[in-house]
Structure formats: structure tokens, C-alpha cells
């Protein structure tokens, strides 16, 4: 055996038959991410602005959500994006003379809303204030823990959204990911938002949240019926709210939402506010009103009465 | 020459009674005006008084118009029918402390103003009795309760008072005053609060 046949025995030589075998096992392994996942990571990238969607693009845009969702709960998760009913502002009225400061609804929100359970995120703060101070928010604690509620001496708060009809929040997103829908509920669209906090700062009522690392939910405590600007899993570093309970209020016929049905003493109304027979317009006629920080013109929706 | 010498001599009489009639349907209306100075010293006449307005009001507990869904009212366990025990009983009408039975209904509602069969209707136990003396069932105990408070009662069928569920466009499930406030015993109970948000130091991080 000659040297130079020792020498090309040992050292690789490269051929065209051998480059064209290469080139061929490298695409077969770049294709090896499913189809479904590859493609679902370039379209939430390309995704447009809610409101620019068409209707196809939704249906594509919610189809992927809800097959993201369903492998990640391991369950059947649906994402409407059912729109605003005509003829109808939805408003909502808080008894300050019923509630008894029992936080049912703060809970009853975090189930149906999925908001965080680590980091806690609640949607709801009950703020007790001092009935010889009034609605002084000086004096306003949230953190209260006795026995039993209600604590003499004491009246309770629940603070959420008021869904401004002259939002601070809104204006000044600097991408316009929030915004006011035509029956009131102001909504957030999760994929846009950039998670600047400047609504944060601009809300007068501490009423918007940010998801500071990934929600924790557990799989089993997952509420499946969402809706694209509501309820819907969050992910990590966008600003969330109270939307009404949009998944349920813009049914047909529309459920109430999840912390009035959670409240004992029936301190807390909903309705629609463009129908006189509507249990938010007949206490807005006949109830002493209250709006929290009235003074800053933010004109809420959510009317305190007593 | 004067008007009054320019009537004709036989239509004076006449237009002296029309001024009679005048002047006392004045003074009649006068009387029937309630009049008062207010505290800046301005006179308030009411055309109708109060007074008035009462008597022409007809006491009465009417039906209301509509019917309201409310679910079965919440008896105790295995209380109804009460007939199952009280068909054989006489009544007694006599205003007493019970001693033998019911012992565990303590009564924390006016009860100085007010025993059982004030309410209960004492020839069918399984009624209950307005003041009119007009016999409701227990599913219709709303009414007994807005004898007494009857601004309750105004808030309660629009909605105002009391927990409603169901559809706030759609059919709407109301609850009894009996199932939020034992009615022997209204107050409402104190509850555990669930607990406070985390402090944000507590926060994983």
C-alpha cells in the first residue's frame, strides 16, 4: 500500500456524494420542529393589532391561542372574542351600606378571571375606611384580617376598575393596546401590549396589574370559557384589569358577573345603562350616588351607592 | 253714571248671589289649603295637606302586579308542613312564652311588639297572615315583610335590595328576605373575611 492510500484512509475527504448527504440530513433536522409550533411562533409574531384584524385573521389568531392553551392546561380551552352587544353601556352599582368587607368577590374574580395565584394578582382590593372619616382614603387599609367582618366602627370599599368614560389609562399607552369598546368595557389586547406601565402610573384607582413573571395557574383550577380581550391566560410582562367579566356579560342572554355572584349580602348590581328598567339606572334615579374621585373628571361607570 | 246703575234693576239680584257664590267658594278653598312660612319667612300655601292626601289613600295591602321567581322559602329540616302536627291542636290564642315546643326560636325582632301568630295565620299553620288579614303562602312571604318595611320592600322588586342572579338581560332568579334574614331573627350574621392580599415583601421573588 502505497503512502498516499495510508494517508486518504485516515483523513476525511469530502466528495460530492458525501456533501449532498450532509446538505440533506441538515434541512431534515432544521424541519424537525413540529409544523404547528414553528408556524404558531411566526404568526404570533407577525400578529396584528386586534382591532385590524380581519375576520379570518381572528379566527386563525383564536384557533392558535386555544391549541396553545389546550396543550399548555392540558384541556379543552375556548377563546371567543364575542363582540360588543348594540344598544348596550354596561354600568355597575356598589351598595357602601351592604358590603360587609367579606372578600368573597375578590376570589370569586380570581376564578373566573384567571388571574395569578403566584404571583398573587387581584383584580379586586376591598379597601376598610373609618365611618367617622368617610371616604377619606387617608385612612383607607386593605390588608385588614379581624375574625370577623364587619368590624364596628368600619364601613368597606371594593375597589376594582370604574371602566372611566374618560379613561387616564387609555391615553396614554404609547401603542395603543387599551382601549374603550363600544358598550364601555375597557379592554387590554394582551399580544400588543408592550408592558410600559404607563397606564399603571396614569390610573387613579390602582385598578391595573402587571404580570411581573408568568402566571401561575393551576391546570385544574383553569377556567376554559375565555375571551381574547378578557379572561384568556396572560402571558409574562403585559398590564391586565376588570373587564366586567366580558366572557359572560356579552352573552346572550348576558350572565352577571362572577364577583356579584359571589357576593352574600347582594351589595353589588350590573346592568345596562342605556335601558331605563335596568337595575343600575333605577339606582343611579333613586340611590344617593357616589363616584370615587369624581373630582378628576375620569367620569366611572361604577357607581357607589348607599 | 256707576256700572252697577247701568245693570238692568232685575239682574242685580243675580250678580249679587254669582258674587256670594264667589266669595264663599274662595273662602272654602282657602280653608282647604294648608298654609305656612317656611324658615326664610316666605308663606307656602299646599293646595292638598297631607292630611287630605291620607284620607283619600285606601289602605290597602295590594298583590303586587307582577310575580316575582323566588326559589322554595328555606324551612328548617323536616319543620313543613306544620299541619302535620298543628291539624289536631285547638289554637291558643293567648300571648305566651312557648315552653314545650319551639323552644329554639328566639325571637329578636320586635319582640315586644310581637308574637307568633301576628304573623302565622292560627287556622292553617301553614300560611301566613297579613295584617289585613289576607292568608299568603310562605313562598310569598315578601309582602308580610313590606308591611313593615315597606321601603325594603320598593327596593327589593326593583332590584335594589337583596342578591338577584340569573341574566342581567334575561331571566332573573330573586331570593326571599327569608334567605338572607331568619325572619324571628333578621340581622345579618358576621362572616370570616378571606384572607388579605399578599404584602408585596411577601411576594416570591
Redesign the interface.
Given at each position: 500500500m502505497s503512502d498516499k492510500k495510508k494517508r486518504d484512509a485516515k483523513v476525511f475527504q469530502l466528495t460530492r456524494r458525501k456533501a449532498l448527504k450532509g446538505l440533506a440530513a441538515g434541512a431534515s433536522v432544521l424541519a424537525l420542529p413540529s409544523r404547528d409550533a414553528a408556524a404558531s411562533v411566526w404568526d404570533a409574531f407577525f400578529q396584528k393589532h386586534f382591532r385590524r384584524m380581519t375576520k379570518s385573521d381572528l379566527e386563525r389568531v383564536l384557533a392558535r391561542l386555544e391549541r396553545e392553551y389546550s396543550s399548555e392546561f392540558s384541556q379543552e380551552v375556548k377563546v371567543g372574542a364575542t363582540p360588543p352587544i348594540e344598544g348596550v353601556k354596561y354600568g355597575y352599582g356598589l351598595d357602601l351600606s351592604r358590603c360587609i368587607g367579606c372578600r368573597r368577590c375578590v376570589y370569586g374574580c380570581v376564578e373566573e378571571n384567571n388571574q395569578s395565584r403566584d404571583p398573587q394578582i387581584h383584580w379586586i382590593r376591598v379597601v376598610r375606611l373609618k365611618k367617622e372619616k368617610g371616604t377619606d382614603l387617608h385612612y383607607a387599609e386593605h390588608y385588614y384580617n379581624p375574625n370577623q367582618v364587619p368590624e364596628p366602627g368600619h364601613f368597606y370599599m371594593p375597589i376594582q376598575c370604574q371602566q372611566c368614560e374618560k379613561p387616564p389609562c387609555t391615553k396614554v399607552c404609547p401603542v395603543q393596546a387599551t382601549w374603550t369598546e363600544k358598550d364601555g368595557i375597557v379592554v387590554v389586547d394582551y399580544n400588543w401590549c408592550i408592558g410600559c406601565r404607563y397606564c399603571m402610573a396614569a390610573c387613579p384607582y390602582g385598578a391595573r396589574h402587571f404580570n411581573w413573571a408568568k402566571p401561575q395557574i393551576p391546570n385544574e383550577s383553569l377556567n376554559p370559557q375565555t375571551h381574547y380581550l378578557g379572561n384568556r391566560p396572560r402571558p409574562v410582562g403585559v398590564v391586565e384589569k376588570c373587564t366586567f367579566c366580558i366572557q359572560r356579560t356579552r352573552q346572550q342572554p348576558g350572565r352577571y358577573p362572577a364577583c356579584l355572584e359571589a357576593c352574600p349580602v347582594g351589595a353589588r348590581k350590573f346592568g345596562n345603562l342605556l335601558d331605563p328598567e335596568s337595575e343600575i339606572r333605577k339606582l343611579i334615579e333613586n340611590k344617593r350616588v357616589y363616584l370615587l374621585k369624581e373630582e378628576l373628571n375620569t367620569q366611572p361607570k361604577f357607581f357607589y351607592f348607599f | 253714571m256707576s256700572p252697577w246703575k247701568k245693570l238692568s234693576r232685575n239682574m242685580r239680584p243675580g250678580v249679587l248671589v254669582l258674587l256670594a257664590v264667589l266669595l264663599a267658594g274662595a273662602v272654602a278653598a282657602q280653608a282647604a289649603k294648608e298654609k305656612y312660612f317656611d324658615r326664610s319667612g316666605t308663606l307656602v300655601v299646599i293646595e292638598t295637606p297631607a292630611a287630605e292626601l291620607l284620607r283619600a289613600y285606601e289602605v290597602k295591602n295590594l298583590p303586587p302586579g307582577e310575580t316575582f321567581p323566588v326559589p322554595p322559602p328555606p324551612f328548617s329540616e323536616g319543620i313543613f308542613p306544620c299541619s302535620d302536627c298543628h291539624a289536631e291542636m285547638t289554637p291558643n290564642l293567648e300571648r305566651r312564652q312557648l315552653t314545650d315546643e319551639h323552644t329554639d326560636i328566639i325571637l329578636n325582632h320586635a319582640e315586644g311588639q310581637r308574637w307568633c301568630l301576628d304573623c302565622h295565620n292560627p287556622e292553617d299553620r301553614d300560611t301566613l297572615r297579613l295584617v289585613s288579614g289576607e292568608v299568603i303562602g310562605f313562598d310569598e312571604s315578601y309582602r308580610l315583610c313590606g308591611q313593615c318595611h315597606g321601603d325594603k320592600y320598593r327596593?327589593w322588586r326593583?332590584?335594589?335590595?337583596?342578591?338577584?342572579?340569573?341574566?342581567?338581560?334575561?331571566?332573573k332568579q330573586y331570593?326571599l328576605c327569608a334567605h338572607?334574614h331568619n325572619p324571628h331573627d333578621p340581622r345579618?350574621k358576621?362572616?370570616?373575611?378571606?384572607?388579605?392580599?399578599?404584602?408585596p415583601g411577601e411576594?416570591?421573588r
Open positions: - | 327596593d326593583q332590584g335594589l335590595h337583596g342578591k338577584r342572579t340569573g341574566y342581567w338581560n334575561g331571566d331570593l338572607c345579618f358576621p362572616l370570616t373575611p378571606m384572607p388579605p392580599p399578599q404584602r411576594i416570591r
